[in-house]
Structure formats: C-alpha cells, structure tokens
C-alpha cells in the first residue's frame, strides 16, 4: 500500500491562459479579415459577411460549457482547483466533500482518481486543502492491518501489556514501530512526536493504551 495523497491544480489558471490565447487568436483573425475585406478581391467577398456573423467564443469547463463573457464561469464565481489522487474516488469519499468540508460549494467527479472543487472566495484554499488531505487520505484499521500486521501488533501488544502508556505506529507500507514509559514524561512525548512525523510521511495509523 503507497501513502495517500492528492496533488493539485489551479483550474483559474488554465482557464486565465486558455482565455488569453483564444482571445488572441481570435483577435488576429478579426484582424486579417478586416484587412482582407479593405483591400477588396476573391477572399474579401468571402470573408466580409462573417465579420458580422462571429459566433460567440465559448470555454469548455468541468461544469460545462460557457460563454467566455459569462459571469457564471467557475473561475469567476469560485477558486476552482482540481484534485487528483493515488486512491480510489468512492461514493464515500463524494459524501465527505460534499457534507463534511466547509468550504467546498461546487463539487464534479471526474474520474476514479480525478474531482473538481469551487471553493468560494471567503474561504482560504490552503485550509480547505489540508482539512480535504486530512480527511481523505487518513486510513482505517481495515486498511492497513492485514494478517501479518496484525499479528506483530498482537505481539507488541502483549509485551507491552504491563506499560501504562504506550502507542503503536502501523504505516502504510506494514512498517509497525512503538514507543511506551511507565511515565506520561518528555521522553514518551519525545517517541510519540517521533511516530506522529513517520505517521505524516508514511500514513497510517496509530494505535494507543487506555492512558494514551
């Protein structure tokens, strides 16, 4: 098992540069037909009807389809970014996005590893992202306790059993590693920060005694 994560894209900023280029391009072909059509011949008499007809210019977004001079396109109405994971996206994990993270107000799956996001611009990004990451890519006991993992955190377990505080990291990758004091100390505050920043790095989980 690799440790979750999710990397991020800004959707306001492919669509702030693909806005641009269009608007570009369609600016230098206004120019050539305006120019054509003032210096008269074959391709004048072609091109000077379409300068009135100009269809309007539209962007494609994971919302849909939208008039480029629309005030309802996603990166006007919200900061919009797109998520993509190393896990699946279940119907669990639309659920949390959608009624457990404040902040989110537009939501679209866009595949099994891919979803977008409108965060409206109230809310700070970076706290919505690391409330999603926190969520999202924690994991369950079912998840990273198979049978082998199991079995060496019973034995931990059992030398362990005459401790009063203790706690055992099970990682991601089967990584299993613990520290224990007869005393809530420093030293047991030292081995648990120690397993929290392998838990943040590896993922996985972290069990503890009755005392913590």
Not at 33 to 42: A, I, N, P
Not at 102 to 121: D, H, S
Request: with cysteine; net charge negative; charged share 25%.
């Amino acid at each position: 098992m690799t440790h979750k994560k999710i990397t991020w894209t800004s959707w306001n900023a492919i669509a702030d540069d693909y806005i641009e280029s269009i608007i570009q391009e369609a600016e230098e072909i206004q120019q050539e037909m305006e120019e054509t059509t003032k210096e008269g011949g074959s391709e004048a008499v072609f091109f000077a009807p379409m300068l009135d007809q100009v269809k309007p210019i539209t962007i494609h977004t994971p919302m849909g389809v939208f008039p480029l001079d629309s005030m309802w396109k996603p990166s006007d109405r919200w900061d919009c970014w797109i998520g993509t994971t190393n896990f699946s996206i279940r119907k669990s994990t639309k659920e949390i996005l959608k009624e457990e993270i404040e902040g989110i107000e537009a939501l679209k799956i866009m595949g099994r590893y891919t979803f977008f996001v409108g965060i409206p611009f109230v809310f700070d990004f970076t706290s919505v992202r690391q409330s999603i990451e926190a969520r999202l890519c924690s994991y369950t006991e079912k998840e990273v306790l198979n049978e082998e993992t199991q079995a060496t955190v019973n034995l931990v377990k059992e030398q362990l059993q005459n401790k009063k505080h203790w706690s055992i990291l099970v990682a991601s990758t089967g990584k299993v590693d613990y520290v224990f004091s007869d005393k809530f100390d420093q030293t047991y505050l030292e081995g648990l920060h120690r397993l929290l920043e392998m838990k943040q790095s590896l993922g996985g989980i972290i069990l503890r005694g009755n005392h913590g």
